[in-house]
């Protein structure tokens, strides 16, 4: 199969701030963001992550303890695999929305002499950001049902079909994305002294 990923995701953001005057040498300003990172959908339909809530013990594959190969007849090799669109708990994805990222803002800036000549500055805020959607491809590119790695031997170019088929046997090698995903933020905050000097220098500490 030629597997080709063709992935799409929502993303939208909304902001409100206001600065607040308490006095003449006294502004306060506070805002939050609101950020919806979605995860990715995929045209074709072939995402895929292993889930452990979707795994089965009982349904593990027999290991042979000599060779450590898996013993024929005993591998389910979609155990614990979800498949977007196809199943998965989250539709067409393989992963949860999060909606409930709010990133709060709040600065200010000080004169504490009433000059104009110096000014406190203060402020902290956090960050979200968009999760790596590279990861979902190499999802695609490694589990099954889409991978799955067959040898054919004594076969010939007239009929490469006509050998004898065997299935690696060997344990699979999954990759797998966070079901429940948190989207990464940051955090910042700084705090910023400044003084107006003669011949038109600044001090910035």
Do not use: C
Request: net charge neutral; glycine share 10%; aromatic share 12%.
């Amino acid at each position: 199969q030629d597997i080709t990923p063709n992935l799409k995701a929502w993303q939208t953001e909304a902001y409100v701030q206001d600065d607040y005057r308490f006095s003449r040498n006294l502004t306060v300003y506070a805002g939050v963001r609101w950020s919806y990172f979605g995860p990715p959908s995929d045209d074709n339909g072939l995402l895929s992550t292993f889930d452990i809530q979707a795994y089965k013990l009982a349904n593990a594959p027999t290991i042979n303890s000599a060779t450590g190969l898996i013993i024929a007849g005993t591998n389910p090799s979609m155990n614990g695999i979800i498949l977007g669109g196809k199943g998965s708990p989250y539709g067409d994805k393989v992963s949860n929305s999060n909606w409930a990222n709010f990133a709060p803002r709040i600065g200010l800036a000080w004169d504490p002499f009433g000059d104009g000549k110096t000014s406190v500055r203060t402020g902290y805020g956090i960050y979200y950001d968009a999760p790596l959607f590279g990861t979902y491809e190499q999802n695609i590119f490694t589990n099954p049902p889409y991978v799955q790695s067959i040898n054919i031997s004594n076969t010939t170019l007239t009929n490469p079909g006509g050998g004898t088929v065997n299935v690696s046997a060997s344990p699979l090698v999954l990759r797998a994305t966070s079901a429940q995903m948190k989207l990464p933020y940051t955090q910042h905050w700084s705090f910023d002294t400044q003084r107006a000097l003669p011949m038109g220098f600044t001090l910035d500490v």
